[in-house]
């Protein structure tokens, strides 16, 4: 078990407080600070100290895979299959959806064919995985995440009261299904400058006007979000896009699952977030990066799902589990008391575990390990027996391992 430093990213939508306070640095940041990457990824691996020095988490893995990664090495070969992360968001991230294994493959292979840089900002497939994702609020979270039942999108669409909606409320309610959601969403994100400047400031005033009524209003946080996201990307037809979509809101503890094709964009909060080794996503809208529309609607589903919210179950050893059918990661989230005992954490490595309260110290056959709030610690196959105990205090630890697909 090794101390683990995390890559710092900054985009815009990030925290100027959240990453800093959570990792004891003076508040506010200078640049907005988006997300923590604790992993393995070539684009910015972690870091590992030791007494000989401080090296990347890949190179670690790639100089002895056998001794770091152990038997997962069988099935994914010598890198590590997940990336855990720490997410600060202040501001909506892109309507975005991520690849099947297959299309990844066949989407990376195209691009180096045609000879587009790595490092591209027009790059769409920077490796050739898909990204299954969980992600646990330790704020209040909000996210929109997967197409709405039709139905109810029909009485949203209808309750704007917006004359130039009624076409496509019909259109939707006269095919109520995973092909009519195809076909309005392409419609609206594909509408020419001239029709969207016209039907979407239309909707905005609908929103407001719908908001200002009187009585129990059932749709006031897609509304209220169809008008954040204007005010946030003016102009932009991933807002209308965002009243097909599901919003959910999840309270400390609770998490979301998205595989592949899903539709979403985070709105804002802080979470771990736990993924397959991958940085490929698929824009369409709602950001200054680069959007490929047509490359989107060819990995997205769009079949209506529930609200595809995880509850964490309790596991044998006390620890809360966000079990996925994901076999690259696991996740499980020790509470720890400091007049408890030691607990074990027997599924840890190859893992990483990422301390987002108080202080916990590691121990393992009389080697000790303190890692502090907003810390994590890098833990090999061949670290075995290592218990985990709070110090000084409630402490709240994440440990994310290779999965089970369960």
Same mark, same amino acid.
């Given at each position: 078990?090794? *101390?683990?430093?995390?890559?710092?990213?900054?985009?815009?939508?990030?925290?100027?407080?959240?990453?800093?306070?959570?990792?004891?640095? !003076?508040? !506010?940041?200078?640049?907005?600070?988006?997300?923590?990457?604790?992993?393995?990824? %070539?684009?910015?691996?972690?870091?590992?100290?030791?007494?000989?020095?401080?090296?990347?988490?890949?190179?670690?893995?790639?100089?002895? @895979?056998?001794?770091?990664?152990?038997?997962?090495?069988?099935?994914?070969?010598?890198?590590? !299959?997940?990336?855990?992360?720490?997410? $600060?968001?202040?501001?909506?991230?892109?309507?975005?959806?991520?690849?099947?294994?297959?299309?990844?493959?066949?989407?990376?292979?195209?691009?180096?064919?045609?000879?587009?840089?790595?490092? +591209?900002?027009?790059?769409?497939?920077?490796?050739?995985?898909?990204? %299954?994702?969980?992600?646990?609020?330790?704020?209040?979270?909000?996210?929109?995440?997967?197409?709405?039942?039709?139905?109810?999108?029909?009485? #949203?669409?209808?309750?704007?009261?917006?004359?130039?909606?009624?076409?496509?409320?019909?259109?939707?309610?006269?095919?109520?299904?995973?092909?009519?959601?195809?076909?309005?969403?392409?419609?609206?994100?594909? #509408?020419?400058?001239?029709?969207?400047? &016209?039907?979407?400031?239309?909707?905005?005033?609908?929103?407001?006007?719908?908001?200002?009524?009187?009585?129990? =209003?059932?749709?006031?946080?897609?509304?209220?979000? $169809?008008?954040?996201?204007?005010?946030?990307? %003016?102009?932009?037809?991933?807002?209308?896009?965002?009243?097909?979509?599901?919003?959910? &809101?999840?309270?400390?503890?609770?998490?979301?699952?998205?595989?592949?094709?899903?539709?979403?964009?985070?709105?804002?909060?802080?979470?771990?977030?736990?993924?397959?080794?991958?940085?490929?996503?698929?824009?369409?809208?709602?950001?200054?990066?680069?959007?490929?529309?047509? *490359?989107?609607?060819?990995?997205?589903?769009?079949?209506?799902?529930?609200?595809?919210?995880?509850?964490?179950?309790?596991?044998?050893?006390? +620890?809360? =589990?966000?079990?996925? %059918?994901? @076999?690259?990661?696991?996740?499980? =989230?020790?509470? #720890?008391?400091?007049?408890?005992?030691?607990?074990?954490?027997?599924? $840890?490595?190859?893992?990483?575990?990422?301390?987002?309260?108080? &202080?916990?110290?590691?121990?393992?056959?009389?080697?000790?390990?303190?890692?502090?709030?907003?810390?994590?610690?890098?833990?090999?196959?061949?670290?075995?027996?290592?218990?985990?105990?709070?110090?000084?205090?409630?402490?709240? #630890?994440?440990?994310?391992?290779?999965?089970?697909?369960?």
């Amino acid at each position: 078990m090794q *101390e683990l430093v995390g890559a710092l990213r900054s985009y815009a939508w990030g925290s100027r407080t959240a990453l800093a306070r959570l990792c004891g640095r !003076p508040v !506010p940041s200078a640049h907005p600070e988006a997300e923590l990457w604790f992993g393995a990824h %070539p684009a910015d691996p972690a870091h590992v100290k030791a007494a000989e020095g401080t090296r990347s988490l890949l190179e670690v893995v790639a100089a002895d @895979p056998a001794r770091e990664l152990g038997a997962v090495a069988d099935t994914f070969g010598t890198r590590l !299959p997940f990336l855990l992360k720490i997410l $600060a968001a202040e501001e909506p991230l892109s309507l975005q959806a991520h690849p099947s294994s297959a299309q990844a493959r066949a989407g990376f292979e195209r691009e180096n064919r045609t000879g587009v840089p790595l490092d +591209s900002p027009m790059r769409n497939y920077r490796d050739d995985s898909h990204k %299954p994702e969980l992600v646990v609020a330790l704020d209040r979270f909000e996210a929109l995440a997967g197409f709405r039942d039709p139905h109810r999108t029909v009485d #949203l669409l209808r309750a704007l009261d917006v004359p130039g909606l009624n076409i496509y409320a019909e259109l939707l309610a006269a095919q109520p299904d995973s092909a009519g959601l195809r076909t309005l969403f392409t419609t609206w994100i594909t #509408l020419p400058p001239a029709a969207l400047s &016209t039907l979407l400031p239309a909707v905005l005033e609908g929103c407001v006007r719908y908001l200002s009524g009187k009585g129990t =209003r059932e749709f006031t946080p897609e509304v209220r979000t $169809a008008l954040e996201l204007a005010e946030a990307y %003016p102009g932009d037809a991933g807002v209308l896009a965002a009243l097909l979509l599901n919003r959910l &809101t999840l309270e400390p503890g609770q998490a979301l699952y998205l595989d592949a094709g899903n539709l979403h964009a985070y709105l804002r909060g802080v979470g771990v977030e736990i993924m397959a080794n991958s940085d490929n996503v698929l824009r369409g809208g709602l950001t200054p990066k680069h959007v490929d529309v047509p *490359e989107l609607l060819r990995v997205l589903d769009f079949e209506p799902i529930e609200l595809p919210v995880i509850e964490p179950a309790l596991g044998e050893d006390g +620890s809360v =589990r966000y079990r996925t %059918p994901a @076999p690259e990661f696991a996740l499980c =989230r020790f509470d #720890l008391s400091a007049e408890a005992e030691p607990v074990a954490l027997a599924d $840890a490595g190859p893992g990483i575990v990422l301390c987002t309260e108080g &202080t916990v110290e590691l121990s393992q056959n009389g080697r000790v390990l303190t890692v502090a709030r907003g810390g994590a610690a890098w833990i090999s196959a061949a670290d075995t027996d290592i218990k985990a105990r709070a110090i000084g205090g409630p402490a709240q #630890l994440f440990s994310a391992c290779v999965g089970t697909g369960n």
